[in-house]
């Protein structure tokens, strides 16, 4: 059975750092590529990091470029977005996301999210 449980989340003032995880099982973790999506109040979901199953190739929203850093731990399966200099406007639920590669690119899973909210 397939799961990406997150964790992390929590009521942070601005300036403040939080670190997210996403522990996931039932899928080879080296055939996927893994992400991070956001969904704030009243916004559409959007990317905000991703990273490839070798734990190596990164890419970033512009909106988060320099204060997140995503990464990843193949032997735990487990994925981690450190974000700092944390502003209001990143307030918002962040999904774990992962992606097959290759002959598995159909298979797509979200986790149930975990709440980052930014305020003084």
């Known amino acids: 059975q397939v799961q990406l449980v997150e964790s992390g989340g929590d009521l942070v003032q601005p300036g403040r750092s939080l670190r997210l995880s996403c522990a996931a099982s039932?899928?080879?973790?080296?055939?996927?590529?893994m992400a991070w999506y956001r969904q704030g109040p009243g916004k559409e979901r959007e990317l905000v990091a991703g990273?490839?199953?070798?734990?190596?190739?990164?890419n970033y929203a512009n909106s988060v470029q320099g204060r997140f850093t995503i990464s990843c731990d193949n032997d735990m399966h487990t994925v981690y977005l450190q974000m700092n200099n944390l502003k209001p406007e990143d307030t918002a639920k962040y999904y774990c996301?992962?992606?097959?590669?290759?002959?598995?690119?159909?298979?797509?899973?979200w986790g149930q999210g975990t709440q980052v909210t930014v305020s003084s």
């Open positions: 039932g899928f080879i973790f080296s055939n996927f590529q």
């Open positions: 990273i490839d199953g070798t734990c190596v190739l990164t």
């Open positions: 996301y992962a992606r097959g590669v290759g002959i598995y690119h159909s298979n797509v899973y």
